[in-house]
């Protein structure tokens, strides 16, 4: 009976003992990751759930686009904020810390979804969809000009060849915007090849009114890589 009695011990010792290695097996393949959301390269994107797969843990993106998330190895980030496009990431054995820039869908419905649920602020987000450069030749993927501000600038549209701004519209005259490449005025940018741009300002209301009149339907301005027309 006593020799029964230790058996039952002796294997309640071995049941405990495995789980505590098996619990510390478990830990020691989980790590804290710490990273941050940006939206072009620059802005902090706040308020956006960070998932890890396979831990099953979550964390919220603070202020300044910060998080902290506990991660098995091997494990993946998934962040899904409405208004951009979706985004996994895999955690490699040397993961420690991340940098996601997520990619914003622009369009007018996405503008206020984004700034709705306090992504990002109602100003960064107009100045940044305001003001693009060219990363990776990305402009290169619009077959002209007009097509690439058409899809890149809400409220940008083009009527017969000419760039009309949203909201800039005059009561006298033409409503094409002003044209400015390099810092010299042109008559047109329909000569202008996507991939040789280096980055693009829409102006209107206070931004064009450094222009004067001539600013009173919005600037369109372009830089170009390389030289300049000056």
């Known amino acids: 009976m006593s020799q029964i009695k230790n058996k039952a011990i002796m294997k309640y010792f071995i049941f405990i003992i495995t789980g505590i290695v098996l619990a510390i097996s478990a830990a020691a393949q989980t790590r804290v990751i710490h990273g941050e959301l940006t ?8 308020n956006v759930r960070v998932e890890a797969k396979k831990a099953g843990t979550s964390a919220i993106s603070d202020s300044l686009g910060a998080f902290s998330i506990v991660c098995m190895e091997e494990d993946v980030i998934q962040i899904r904020p409405k208004a951009f496009k979706r985004v ?3 955690v490699g054995p040397e993961t420690d810390s991340l940098l996601v820039n997520i990619v914003f869908i622009n369009t007018e419905r996405n503008r206020e979804i984004a700034v709705g649920y306090g992504y990002v602020n109602e100003q960064d987000l107009s100045y940044a969809v305001s003001n693009l450069e060219q990363r990776d030749n990305e402009f ?12 890149r600038f809400p409220g940008v549209e083009v009527e017969n060849g000419q760039v009309i701004i949203r909201g800039s519209r005059s009561f006298y005259g033409s409503n094409e915007a002003l044209y400015v490449v390099d810092g ?3 008559r047109t940018i329909e000569w202008i090849n996507p991939c040789e741009i280096k980055s ?6 206070s931004g064009a009114a450094a222009y004067g009149s001539r600013g009173a339907n ?3 301005l372009i830089q170009l890589r390389g030289a300049t027309l000056q």
């Open 39 to 46: 939206m072009y390269d620059t802005y902090p994107v706040q």
């Open 88 to 90: 996994n990431v895999k």
């Open 140 to 151: 290169c993927h619009y077959s002209d000009i007009f097509e690439l501000l058409r899809g």
């Open 184 to 186: 010299v005025v042109v």
């Open 200 to 205: 693009i300002d829409v102006l209107k209301d």
């Open 218 to 220: 919005g600037v369109v």
